[in-house]
């Protein structure tokens, strides 16, 4: 996992974000409030089966508006109003917080849904130019981050519970949201929104950095992609452009597809496969020679490649940092 923690799951009940810290106990409000609810009902009907038992085959006597049912009627009915008016006001004053982050985001990120992996794209800022890299946001602890949210095919839905609430990707449009960490972490992000196929195995990391850290990635992430050291290496290299430089992009070199996910720093991020498998040798090499078995559906197809080759650009794409 390139040194990096593994993600932690997808806990909606624990949160690392200024976002999710605001809708969290709204969450567990709302969570205890419809234990309470339930655990009053299934009384209320237990003890109405066994005090006021009707003997077997006789006539079921009419409700009427005297005696104490009705009474029962006005309590349940004045509390539920008092408790459901509170937990929408409760609920509009979260949404107000998490509307706009707490100061201006630091630099925008645009995330396009794609069947079934995550484009990313980081705005060029004072510092640093525009780069493309996918499937992993990297953010600075403690700085807002604005998230710009489109999809090129279908409808998508972005989500990191330990940071953020749910926000869809619609094609034709843009949403935004924002997420800040308040520690340093990998969070596992998925699509929430069914796309397809491989709609389960469409996931993503949000890997939050100290700023120093940050900084340093930043600046490696918008160099070309290194050149082989070796005979092998080259070799590799080569391989790649025949087979993957229709589809890939890999700065610094002729290839310059935009179907699939861009690779030049690929071997830097914790998973491929939009979260599907780890990135390390074993993985890499399995994906390159049976993506369809390892993601029926996807739009890598099967190359025509023994072991060996299969290897060769296993080893170059794992020096891709």
């Known amino acids: 996992m390139n040194g990096e923690a593994p993600p932690r799951p997808l806990d909606y009940l624990t949160a690392q974000g200024t976002h999710a810290l605001e809708v969290l106990p709204l969450t567990w409000g709302v969570l205890i409030i419809s234990l ?4 009053i009902i299934s009384v209320l009907v237990v003890s109405g089966i066994l005090l006021r038992r009707v003997p077997s085959g006789g006539p079921i006597p ?10 029962w009627i006005y309590i349940g009915v004045g509390l539920s109003t008092i408790v459901l008016f509170g937990t929408a006001v409760w609920t509009m004053r979260v949404l107000a917080a998490v ?11 645009t995330v396009d849904g794609r069947q079934w992996w995550w484009r990313i794209r980081y705005h060029e800022t004072r510092d640093t130019p525009e780069f493309i890299t996918a499937n992993e946001i990297r953010i600075p602890v403690g700085v807002p981050v604005r998230i710009r949210l489109t999809s090129t095919d279908v409808i998508h839905s972005f989500w990191v519970p330990a940071l953020s609430g749910k926000t869809d990707l619609i094609p034709g449009r ?11 972490g990998v969070y596992r992000g998925q699509c929430m929104e069914y796309c397809g196929w491989q709609h389960a195995r469409m996931g993503f990391v949000v890997v939050a950095m100290e700023g120093a850290a940050f900084d340093a990635w930043r600046a490696s992430q918008v160099l070309p992609a290194s050149e082989p050291q070796n005979a092998a290496i080259a070799e590799g290299k080569r391989i790649v452009m025949t087979h993957c430089c229709a589809c890939h992009t890999i700065r610094g070199t002729e290839a310059g597809g935009s179907a699939g996910p861009d690779l030049t720093h690929v071997a830097s991020r914790l998973t491929i496969a939009a979260g599907t498998f780890v990135t390390d040798r074993t993985t890499l090499e399995y994906w390159i020679r049976h993506p369809q078995r390892a993601k029926p559906g ?3 197809v099967d190359p025509d490649l023994d072991l060996e080759a299969t290897r060769l650009p296993a080893a170059y794409i794992l020096k891709l940092r």
Do not use: C, D, Q
């Open 174 to 184: 843009i949403n935004e949201t924002w997420i800040e960490a308040t520690a340093p």
């Open 36 to 39: 309470l609810v339930t655990a």
């Open 298 to 300: 996807n739009r890598m």
């Open 62 to 71: 009419p409700v009427a508006r005297t005696g104490s049912g009705m009474r």
């Open 99 to 109: 509307i706009s982050p707490p100061a201006e985001p630091a630099f925008t990120v």
